[in-house]
């Protein structure tokens, strides 16, 4: 098949190219965008056209794969490709695997291929421990759109309803300041017909004491030795919430987003992003233009808070995962 199409991605093999589904615009249009170039691909990773820590690692190969079909250096290009997001461990760990392949478009299609596998395999590792019928609170995006496919934390999900016939009704957080819980979460799983419920971010600490949720469940940047979990900025204090009221909180993500060479939370790399997407919602200013503005685009939640780390490997303990890499 010379085409390979996903709901982020379709890739035109033969013709040396791809396109990515630009979730800037998403749910308003469903826009598709061209990568010709490798500076195609990191522009989209930069402006999160594309976001989320898997899906990341493969517009990145994807990246490094039209820099060789076109002839280019594809050294500079992985180093350009390094330098568009600090945070997410799937893009070092997928362009290691592009600068040691001998066939960047055959390595490109296993990372792809891989991705969508993963996530079915974790997604039922961790649909075993939901009940049949139960309210899962989840933050950001961590679904098919952060994904080549399936989810990873929303795969859990997918899983439950249609691999084991659960009824799961989930809650998302809007996610400030860019929205990903609202227009992402919100978009994919009401197309696949899952029931979801929009909250504010500051509802979280409500929704936890009213007993009204199952479970957490969460997706994952960075993964440290020690269990610690980098995740899109307001995990951490859902996780100390989820503590106080004893409300399981789990990390579902693929072994290939634990980094074999950062030993604790402390070390891991945070994102800081520009201050505008802080000061505007959807393009439009919400502050005065004079004041200053923090954009942390992640936090880092400590092992003690998280109940399990579900990956394609099994459900672990958070002191389990050094084993897995
Ligand atoms: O800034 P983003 O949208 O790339 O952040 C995404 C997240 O934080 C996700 O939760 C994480 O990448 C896991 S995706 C399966």
Redesign the pocket.
């Given at each position: 098949m010379t085409t390979y199409e996903t709901l982020t991605l379709r890739v035109h093999w033969e013709d040396g190219y791809f396109e990515i589904l630009d979730q800037t615009r998403l749910p308003q249009e469903e826009v598709w965008r061209e990568c010709r170039t490798h500076e195609d691909a990191a522009e989209a990773i930069e402006n999160?056209r594309v976001?989320?820590?898997?899906l990341?690692g493969a517009v990145a190969a994807l990246g490094v794969w039209v820099a060789h079909e076109r002839g280019e250096d594809v050294h500079r290009a992985i180093d350009r490709l390094r330098r568009t997001r600090p945070t997410?461990y799937n893009l070092f760990w997928a362009l290691k695997r592009m600068e040691r392949a001998d066939d960047p478009r055959r390595e490109a299609e296993r990372i792809l291929r891989e991705d969508a596998e993963t996530n079915r395999k974790l997604g039922d590792h961790g649909a075993d421990l939901l009940p049949d019928e139960c309210t899962v609170l989840t933050h950001?995006?961590?679904g098919a759109l952060?994904?080549v496919d399936w989810?990873?934390?929303l795969g859990v999900v997918r899983s439950a309803v249609f691999h084991q016939d659960k009824d799961v009704h989930v809650i998302a957080t809007e996610t400030r300041p860019v929205q990903?819980g609202a227009r992402l979460t919100c978009w994919e799983l009401t197309r696949d017909g899952i029931p979801v419920t929009l909250i504010a971010d500051t509802a979280v600490g409500y929704v936890l004491a009213s007993g009204e949720v199952d479970a957490v469940i969460?997706?994952?940047?960075r993964i440290a030795l020690d269990g610690s979990v980098a995740?899109?900025i307001g995990t951490y204090q859902i996780a100390v919430l989820a503590d106080r009221h004893d409300v399981p909180f789990y990390v579902a993500a693929p072994t290939s987003t634990i980094d074999p060479e950062t030993e604790t939370g402390d070390d891991i790399p945070i994102e800081e992003r520009p201050e505008d997407e802080v000061k505007t919602v959807q393009g439009r200013p919400i502050a005065p233009e004079e004041v200053k503005a923090r954009n942390p685009?992640?936090d880092v939640t400590p092992p003690e808070l998280i109940d399990a780390i579900i990956t394609e490997q099994g459900v672990v303990k958070p002191d389990e995962v050094a084993d897995l890499v």
């Open positions: 999160l976001r989320g820590a898997p990341i997410a950001c995006n961590a952060a994904c989810g990873t934390a990903q969460v997706g994952a940047d995740n899109k685009a992640f």
